[in-house]
């Protein structure tokens, strides 16, 4: 995901500056990472040099200057085409989980239930969180969930093929 | 409050259960965890005076249940634990209120005073508007509603759940889940899950892990 689309997306509705996109980032995205105020700006900027957003306006209300941006025709189309791309599915098996075991071989099983102790441990929290968490909030807690859960699932598989290994 | 002390059990040449000990607080609510055949079942049976161990004991407040005469335990049974199915096992022939009610009615409740609790607790878990109809017509997640109210209905100590959301769908499951461990905080009933639904075990205190009967070493806390 980048975070250039994320702001075209965010700039769809009207023309924002940097500290309100950040706020709607973290909102909209929430479970996500909050963004740098560093980051908003040097991904304005190259959105501004690629011709995808514009400057709106400059305010000065009293405080600092800010800068507005709007998204252009050309954001607009790239936007679309971000939003119907597919991504591709799960080419390479990238995980520091899988990659321990892979090491590890057999000798893994100590690690798999300590890693299985945790992410139930996250899921508890999660949960918890879903039961008074706004509607964004509980939507990346279910994508949270989830994908925790499939990790679980395969941790007990691969336990139970270390056994029918060792038994062989 | 509810103690299992080494535990074991067989059926046939089969060991379901070897070894296993657990204590669980009042109020607390437990998940217990682990792949089929892993003795789930069994021990949840045998924590709730439906099997009996061959070896070991199974004490509530301090007084030890496993060895009770059968008519102690049943009545034991129908006063201090409440259970949910995983598929309801509502009586198909009642109504839902009818079947709330059942309990009560056991326990030598008047019929009057029992209609009148069993609805109140159909409005807890927010499905008064099925009272009147027989179980068969309800959607699963009512169902297992249904069968919440009427684990709840006699303020037990311990309610024990099978599998509850087992037939459900994601968010189904959910609504029986909050509606359940909602019921049981509010009224400071424990709760023994059995389930190898990690997102169902997330709801609980604490994770009970079973692998070939014995609990997982390390992981009950």
């Known amino acids: 995901m980048s975070t250039g689309h994320v702001l075209l997306g965010l700039l769809v509705e009207r023309p924002k500056h940097g500290y309100e996109l950040k706020k709607e980032h973290d909102h909209r995205l929430a479970g996500a990472k909050p963004l740098a105020y560093g980051q908003v700006y040097a991904t304005l900027q190259r959105l501004e040099r690629d011709g995808l957003a514009e400057v709106a306006e400059t305010q000065q209300e009293g405080g600092p200057e800010r800068t507005v941006y709007a998204i252009t025709d050309s954001g607009r189309a790239e936007l679309e085409r971000w939003l119907n791309t597919v991504e591709p599915s799960a080419p390479y098996v990238a995980s520091p989980l899988f990659a321990r075991v892979a090491v590890a071989g057999k000798a893994a099983d100590g690690y798999l239930l300590r890693q299985r102790e945790a992410h139930l441990a996250r899921m508890r929290e999660l949960t918890a969180e879903k039961a008074s968490g706004a509607p964004a909030r ?26 029918e290994v060792s038994n062989a | 409050m509810l103690e299992a002390r080494g535990l074991g059990k067989s059926f046939g040449r089969t060991r379901a259960l070897t070894g296993v000990s657990l204590e669980i607080a009042e109020g607390e609510i437990v998940a217990i965890t682990g792949p089929s055949g892993a003795g789930k079942s069994t021990l949840l049976h045998c924590l709730a005076g439906v099997v009996r161990p061959e070896s070991g004991e199974v004490v509530l407040d301090g007084r030890r249940i496993d060895t009770l005469p059968e008519a102690e335990l049943t009545r034991l049974r129908r006063e201090s634990f409440g259970v949910v199915f995983q598929f309801g096992e509502l009586v198909p022939e009642l109504t839902a209120v009818e079947n709330v009610a059942l309990p009560l009615l056991f326990n030598r409740h008047g019929r009057q005073e029992a209609m009148t609790v069993a609805a109140e607790w159909l409005g807890r878990l927010e499905v008064s508007d099925c009272a009147d109809q027989r179980t068969g017509e309800l959607s699963g997640g009512q169902r297992q509603r249904v069968a919440v109210a009427r684990a709840l209905v006699t303020g037990p100590r311990v309610v024990f759940a099978d599998e509850p959301t087992g037939a459900l769908d994601t968010l189904g499951g959910e609504q029986v889940m909050s509606a359940l461990l909602g019921a049981a905080r509010t009224s400071h009933t424990a709760v023994v899950l059995v389930t190898h639904d990690n997102r169902v075990a997330a709801y609980a205190d604490r994770e009970i892990a079973l692998r070939d009967g014995a609990v997982l070493a390390g992981v009950d806390r």
Do not use: G, N
């Open chain 1, 138 to 163: 509980v939507l990346a807690a279910d994508y949270a969930l989830q994908h925790l859960d499939a990790d679980l699932r395969w941790i007990e598989t691969a336990l139970a093929r270390m056994r």
